[in-house]
């Protein structure tokens, strides 16, 4: 009866009870990122964003020829709009951001050294 009254989720994949309570908490994968007219992904063998519990992500990537990182921040998730909001430190500057999770996906668009960073996140 429970499951009825959560209409976030689906029944055939409820899986654990995280699942089911924040379905949101998931690693997501970027699979597209631009600054400006360059690609991003090109200078990346990753970038991953993953909601490790319900207030804590942590970003990672590794440059290709380069070591992975991994840095952490917190977030908060309105269940009623689906927005995620985090602040996260990234080239001394500090980049506050919300955007809408729909069907595990999410994009980052934020203007940065005067060009426009935008990075769209796939759940994996």
């Given at each position: 009866?429970l499951?009825t009254l959560?209409?976030a989720?689906?029944i055939k994949?409820?899986g654990p009870l995280?699942?089911?309570?924040h379905p949101?908490?998931?690693?997501?994968?970027?699979?597209e990122?631009?600054l400006?007219?360059?690609?991003?992904?090109k200078?990346?063998?990753?970038?991953?964003?993953t909601?490790?519990d319900?207030?804590?992500?942590?970003?990672s990537?590794?440059?290709?020829?380069?070591?992975?990182?991994?840095?952490?921040?917190?977030?908060q998730?309105?269940?009623n709009?689906r927005t995620?909001t985090a602040e996260i430190?990234?080239l001394g500057?500090?980049?506050?951001?919300?955007?809408v999770?729909?069907k595990?996906r999410?994009?980052v668009?934020k203007?940065?050294?005067g060009?426009?960073?935008?990075?769209?996140?796939?759940a994996?």
């Amino acid at each position: 009866m429970l499951l009825t009254l959560l209409p976030a989720c689906e029944i055939k994949n409820a899986g654990p009870l995280k699942s089911i309570t924040h379905p949101y908490i998931a690693q997501y994968e970027c699979v597209e990122a631009t600054l400006g007219d360059e690609d991003l992904l090109k200078k990346y063998d990753y970038i991953t964003i993953t909601l490790q519990d319900k207030d804590t992500l942590e970003l990672s990537y590794k440059p290709v020829d380069g070591e992975a990182k991994k840095i952490k921040s917190k977030y908060q998730f309105d269940c009623n709009s689906r927005t995620l909001t985090a602040e996260i430190g990234l080239l001394g500057h500090n980049i506050k951001q919300s955007t809408v999770i729909e069907k595990g996906r999410f994009t980052v668009s934020k203007s940065f050294c005067g060009k426009q960073l935008i990075m769209k996140f796939k759940a994996v």
